[in-house]
């Protein structure tokens, strides 16, 4: 692919792509000027892997996976404990549960403290709204790995409630 063909595709990809991985980003870490730079960063490592896509999966799936991997990597590289904003934790993952008696902040604390890989699948499946076999390719794990950190997810959103009295989620 030359880099004319390059150029466009790129101009393409990030007409259709970027605010979603822009929204992505702020979501995540809940800083739009880091948010940005991340988002370029997504953009830079696209174009210089354009001539190695197949096509084996949607492009919008192989930039988000280039996504996830630039935001592990930028977790690792600042040690951010908190990866998600808790003022932005979209209705989605909510799973459609908001007794009128508790506030937000406790799903907020819940989702804080859930670990990682349960964070990414919970997001992925209600704020993204993939399929577990998209999340499998997007995160290259077995779909079952995927079902069962949902289910873990969901079981630990469900403890952390019963444990502060709250029933029926």
Excluded: C
């Excluded at 990809?13 to 948010?35: D, H």
């Excluded at 399929?131 to 969901?154: M, W």
């Amino acid at each position: 692919m030359d880099d004319y063909k390059r150029t466009k595709k790129l101009e393409e990809f990030m007409n259709l792509y970027s605010r979603k991985i822009f929204n992505f980003f702020n979501y995540a870490i809940g800083n739009k000027e880091e948010a940005k730079d991340l988002v370029q960063d997504v953009f830079l490592k696209v174009y210089k892997s354009l001539p190695k896509f197949r096509g084996d999966s949607s492009p919008y799936t192989w930039i988000y996976k280039i996504a996830i991997n630039t935001l592990r990597n930028y977790i690792r590289q600042k040690k951010i404990k908190k990866i998600f904003s808790l003022e932005k934790i979209p209705e989605e993952i909510q799973m459609g549960y908001d007794p009128p008696s508790r506030p937000h902040s406790l799903l907020y604390d819940a989702f804080k403290e859930m670990p990682q890989d349960l964070k990414e699948v919970i997001l992925l499946y209600y704020y993204e709204e993939y399929g577990t076999k998209e999340i499998s390719e997007i995160l290259d794990i077995p779909e079952g790995t995927v079902k069962s950190r949902l289910y873990r997810a969901r079981e630990f959103i469900k403890n952390y409630f019963e444990k502060r009295g709250i029933y029926g989620v």
